[in-house]
């Protein structure tokens, strides 16, 4: 069983003891997009972008939530920027492992 209503609302809960905190911002985010509130959704996502900007998973989302609500140049931009950290994030951990030998 899928409780959205409910998982939001401990969520917001949450969000009052710890309004600055992304994840939960992300949180809120994610459920409100499966409620098909699309504005709700992207209001969160940019939230939890002001205390973590390059927070590739966020940026991703509030890029398709954009899609979804046919922003298409905003869409792209999130979608670039998320992907440009995901391969930056990707080239760290390469070179980590091959300096570890891995």
């Known amino acids: 069983m899928k409780d959205y209503q409910g998982t939001l609302k401990d ?6 003891l710890e309004p600055n905190n992304a994840f939960i911002l992300q949180s809120c985010g994610n459920v409100k997009k499966m409620l098909k509130d ?21 940026l991703q989302s ?14 792209l931009e999130d ?14 951990l390469n070179g980590v492992e091959m300096s570890r030998g891995f």
């Open 38 to 58: 699309y504005q709700g959704a992207l209001k969160d996502f940019d939230k939890a972008n002001v205390f973590e900007p390059n927070n590739a998973f966020t």
């Open 79 to 92: 979608l670039d920027k998320a992907m440009f950290l995901n391969q930056t994030m990707h080239s760290f």
């Open 11 to 16: 969520l917001d809960k949450a969000n009052v």
């Open 62 to 75: 509030c890029g398709n939530v954009k899609r979804m609500l046919e922003d298409c140049q905003g869409a």
